[in-house]
């Protein structure tokens, strides 16, 4: 059986008990080195072989795992944050697919929740968003034209821009053309739940000169709107003059 894992965020005791679990078991890892702290290699067993996918191809994955998942050995694909997201790991289920090999998914913490942590903070606060846009400037891989930056940020809602952190002059500035104000509250955050995580808060407009002043220009998200202001009302759940089907109002 072959498992994608998603590792977490950084943080090795954040990764799943199910996922941890199938560290122990496992015959053979493969990790993305790029991103995946090696400290979680510290739960496989005596005699796993490990291998490192920065230095690897789609194919030579597939070579890796398959012989070895064939053989009857116990095989993790280990992901960074959730496989989920910019992960890659579809075109491998489909390879997988191909050659009728069965494997499952065990989902982990996103770099996405790890840095909500990280601010302290709630992306969806009543009266201010109700949504959470996940996207990417474009790099090598191209970005479909109807979800440039400009369109979603004229939403005005909570934006969370991964694999962006190396162009932010460009990023402030479409984020404020498509219609942030340039005093809208962002933040940086390197490394989410790692050891030395950092958390730079700043403003759109002031983005690239906070992260040049840091030192940071990748392994950061990008969160941008009014989510990390004061502002915003308090919830319905939680309020006394509010039933819910699980609590009378008592006022
Ligand atoms: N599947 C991963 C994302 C992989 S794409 C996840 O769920 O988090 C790689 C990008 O994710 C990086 O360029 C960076 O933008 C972001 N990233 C991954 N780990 C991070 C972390 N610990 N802190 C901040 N950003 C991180």
Redesign the pocket.
């Known amino acids: 059986m072959i498992y994608f894992v998603g590792a977490g ?2 943080a090795p005791d954040l990764i799943t008990v199910r996922g941890a679990r199938l560290l122990g078991q496992a015959d053979v890892i493969v990790y993305a080195g790029s ?1 995946v702290n090696p400290a979680l290699l510290d739960y496989k067993k005596e005699g796993c072989a490990v291998y490192d996918s920065a230095k690897m191809t789609l194919e030579q994955v597939i070579a890796v795992m398959a012989p070895a998942a064939k053989a009857g050995k116990t095989v993790v694909r280990l ?5 989920c ?3 890659a790991h579809r075109e491998q289920m489909d390879e997988l697919d191909r050659l009728g090999l069965a494997y499952e998914v065990c989902p982990g913490v ?3 929740c ?2 909500a942590a990280a601010l302290r903070a709630e992306y969806t606060l009543p009266g201010v968003s109700q949504t959470v846009i996940l996207t990417r400037m474009e790099g090598r891989t191209p970005v479909p034209e109807r979800e440039q930056i400009e369109a979603l940020a004229a939403h005005g809602a909570t934006m969370v821009l ?2 962006s ?1 190396g162009m932010l002059d460009k990023l402030a500035a479409r984020l404020i053309a498509g219609g942030y104000a340039p005093d809208t509250p962002a933040a940086i ?6 050891p030395d995580e950092k958390v730079v808060r700043t403003t759109v407009a002031e983005l690239a000169e906070a992260a040049a002043r840091e030192g940071i220009t ?4 990008i969160t941008v709107g009014g989510f990390l202001g004061d502002a915003y009302e308090r919830s319905r759940l939680y309020d006394p003059s509010f039933s819910t089907g699980l609590r009378e109002a008592s006022r």
């Open positions: 965020s950084g991103l992901h960074t944050g959730d496989p997201v910019y992960g996103s770099s996405f790890g840095a991964f694999l952190a955050v390197y490394k989410a739940t790692w990748k392994t950061a998200l």
